[in-house]
């Protein structure tokens, strides 16, 4: 058990290095210029190449990519002109020297933004709130749906629930997620109602749950909506069967041969067999939906690590992409790792070696 | 499709509803589905007492797990219609309710299935599985539950039944497995133990330690045991009475002896013929019984085994072919038969058939104890 834990944890990181690298090729070998993009309107020949050497985009690629790599725990710095690089994890007095830009002070240094002169790292701690409550909403809520649905509909096979819900499921299946999101902002957030002449809801604004945690439950609850309805849709098929798979199987007649309660048989015994699967659907949909929900953010216009990689994607911000790429990879790998994990938990057949 | 041969048959001669501990009289379900109603039993009916063990053989298809699971009232009411009655020690097993049926499942009345493995669940322990069997049906601490549990699997043979409780069924082999399954069975010392296919599923060795245990185990609780199986082996080893099951109905039934050394149903011989032998050469050819068996969706009119025996032409005219046969008493009165062939004939017609399985020359002697082996 441990050593597979740490076998696969040695696997996580090649993978991540794997990953920056083909990310941080691509935006290499793409043609547009960093440089250009710090200055905008003002730039000059000058300070292009000044902005150049700054950023150490002179330098060959490797030498790039192992800068920004080791930066990552040691802690960058950009100084106004041809500086030299150094640790500053280990050096923390050099900070604030020579009107260098400085890139800890956070515990991860991810680099620093030319389009918007920040460090990327602060960026990323402030969406990541966002898409994290977002994310854990609509995974709670799309699972409760998910599971309700599908059960019933096992249970009632055949009938005109079972069929209904399997309808409905379809409909919420077959719709693309920023259609759902604009319906419900259209209906819920900006139509008058009739009766009182003003919209159901206010369209979402970002409410940190520090701050206000019921502004933070009302403002997410139509995001969570719109990302529950497909996945809600996609869990109750999956559920629905999958509980049928299990309450087919022979050890369910055994239980019910024993003179267990139909209860007992389905929640203990069907349920229990069944969930597996749903376990490592949910891990990875949930690790794809911390790297950020793009569609959904972009909608609602919450300023998620989704909203953050697009707008960054558009405007060539390579060590945002960067990060936010490396930061989704990490989620949706360490998740696959946790739900392996979790499986030998749920299944004593499995053992991890 | 005609309606007719569909029709639930009602024998004729009805056995006289019995006193007998169980008592199933007429049992018939029927699964309705989108082709058709599909006549899974058709009026089965018998009689078990205590002590006892009645075997029910038949092929795949021929109703005799569905008659064990209508008894354990494991049939989804809603899925199929079950009629008839099962009189298990004076309650109605067909009338009762979910309730009354909950109760004496895995109390007094318990079932062991074929596959251990698909059985068991495979996510707790066989201790777990144990002592929930007993804790539905005794208010028991779950500290004492496990105490009976080990000692049950010590019971049935288990080694290290302490150690082997905290087991998951993976861990365990098949001949374990099934000793887990018959001590989760008999763990509320049922009074009625129904048996689908227990050694289907084993090595041959282990088959006769199992058959062995259940014997031992039914001497001690008294149990009386269905066995279900297709292996006539495992019937003469266990059983005191033989119910043989072709399409849903019982088409013959007696004692053992009756059924297996005087058999005179025409598939019950194909049956017989269908085994192989180690008593015999290597040359001896089997006699398979041709032809598939019958639809349950379509069951052919007249007698449902026609298109396959090989003796039908020795019913004058077509009457095997329009009038389905009853269950008639032949000689002696416990020994039931579904045929049209007069019974001088079927007699002389197993004479000829086993003898020539045998490879020996015709005569009466040899149907009567050509086989005590």
């Not at chain 1, 609509?138 to 509909?153: D, F, N, P, Q, S």
């Not at chain 1, 007992?264 to 949909?285: E, F, Q, S, W």
């Not at chain 1, 569609?295 to 405007?315: C, H, N, R």
């Not at chain 2, 066995?227 to 495992?234: A, K, Q, R």
Request: hydrophobic share 45%; with cysteine; net charge neutral.
């Amino acid at each position: 058990m441990f050593g597979y834990v740490a076998r696969r944890l040695i696997g996580v990181c090649l993978m991540l290095v794997a990953l920056s690298f083909v990310t941080f090729a691509l935006f290499t070998v793409a043609p547009a210029d960093p440089a250009r993009l710090t200055c905008g309107k003002s730039c000059t020949p000058q300070i292009v190449e000044a902005n150049r050497v700054r950023l150490g985009l002179n330098q060959p690629f490797l030498v790039q990519y192992t800068r920004y790599m080791v930066g990552i725990p040691c802690g960058d710095s950009f100084p106004p002109v041809g500086g030299t690089f150094t640790c500053l994890r280990f050096n923390p007095e050099l900070q604030g020297l020579d009107g260098a830009i400085y890139c800890p002070p956070e515990p991860v240094a991810l680099g620093y933004s030319v389009r918007k002169s920040e460090c990327v790292t602060p960026l990323i701690l402030d969406a990541f709130p966002i898409t994290a409550s977002l994310a854990i909403g609509g995974v709670i809520l799309w699972m409760i749906l998910g599971l309700a649905v599908g059960i019933l509909a096992a249970l009632r096979r055949g009938r005109w629930q079972d069929r209904s819900a399997m309808g409905f499921a379809l409909i919420g299946y077959s719709f693309p997620t920023f259609f759902i999101a604009l319906l419900l902002l259209y209906f819920l957030a900006l139509t008058p109602m009739p009766w009182s002449g003003q919209p159901l809801m206010a369209v979402p604004q970002w409410t940190p749950l520090t701050e206000d945690p019921v502004g933070w439950f009302t403002n997410l609850i139509l995001p969570w909506v719109a990302i529950a309805i497909l996945s809600a849709a996609f869990y109750a098929r999956l559920t629905r069967n999958q509980m049928l798979e299990t309450l087919g199987e022979d050890y369910i007649r055994t239980a019910r041969s024993k003179g267990l309660p139909e209860r007992v048989v389905i929640y203990k015994h069907g349920l229990r067999a069944g969930l597996t699967p749903i376990v490592t659907a949910v891990g990875i949909d949930f690790a794809f939906l911390l790297g950020g929900a793009i569609i959904i953010e972009q909608v609602f216009a919450l300023p998620g690590l989704g909203k953050l990689a697009l707008d960054s994607t558009l405007q060539f911000d390579l060590s945002i992409v960067l990060a936010t790429v490396l930061l989704a990879g990490f989620f949706v790998i360490l998740a696959n790792l946790i739900v392996d994990i979790l499986y030998a938990v749920i299944d004593p057949r499995v053992t991890l070696v | 499709m005609s309606a007719a041969p569909n029709e639930p048959v009602v024998a004729a001669p009805p056995l006289p509803a019995s006193g007998a501990f169980l008592s199933v009289r007429e049992l018939a379900v029927t699964f309705p589905t989108e082709d058709g109603p599909v006549h899974a039993v058709n009026g089965v009916s018998f009689d078990l007492e205590r002590d006892q063990t009645l075997a029910i053989v038949g092929e795949s298809g021929s109703g005799k797990s569905v008659t064990s699971q209508a008894i354990m009232g494991l049939i989804n009411r809603k899925a199929a219609q079950v009629t008839g009655t099962a009189t298990f020690d004076g309650l109605d097993l067909v009338s009762a309710t979910d309730a009354e049926i909950r109760a004496l499942r895995g109390n007094k009345m318990a079932m062991i299935f074929q596959d251990p493995l698909s059985s068991l669940h495979p996510f707790y322990t066989v201790g777990k599985q144990l002592v929930e069997a007993i804790r539905v049906h005794q208010e028991v601490s779950k500290s004492a539950a496990r105490a009976q549990a080990v000692d049950m699997l010590d019971r049935v043979g288990i080694p290290a039944p302490a150690k082997r409780v905290d087991d998951y069924p993976h861990q365990l082999s098949g001949g374990m497995r099934q000793r887990v399954m018959i001590a989760m069975a008999l763990i509320n010392s049922p009074s009625l133990l129904i048996a689908d296919e227990p050694t289907t599923a084993l090595d041959v060795t282990v088959q006769a330690q199992i058959l062995e245990l259940i014997k031992d185990l039914q001497r001690e609780f008294h149990t009386a045991i269905i066995v279900i199986t297709h292996d006539l082996g495992v019937v003469a080893e266990v059983s005191d009475k033989v119910v043989v099951m072709y399409g849903g109905q019982i088409v013959e039934s007696g004692t053992i002896d009756e059924v297996y050394y005087h058999p005179e149903m025409p598939y019950t011989l194909g049956l017989m013929g269908s085994v192989p032998r180690m008593d015999q050469p290597r040359t001896a050819r089997l006699t398979p019984i041709p032809g598939q068996p019958p639809s349950l969706l379509n069951l052919p009119p007249g007698c449902v085994f026609r298109p396959r025996c090989v003796f039908a032409e020795q019913v004058p005219g077509d009457r095997c072919k329009v009038e389905r046969p009853h269950l008639m008493p032949t000689i002696p009165t416990e020994h039931l038969v579904r045929c049209h062939i007069e019974p001088e004939k079927r007699r002389s017609n197993t004479v000829e058939f086993l003898g020539r399985l045998r490879g020996l020359p015709a005569t009466d002697d040899v149907a009567a104890t050509g086989d005590e082996s």
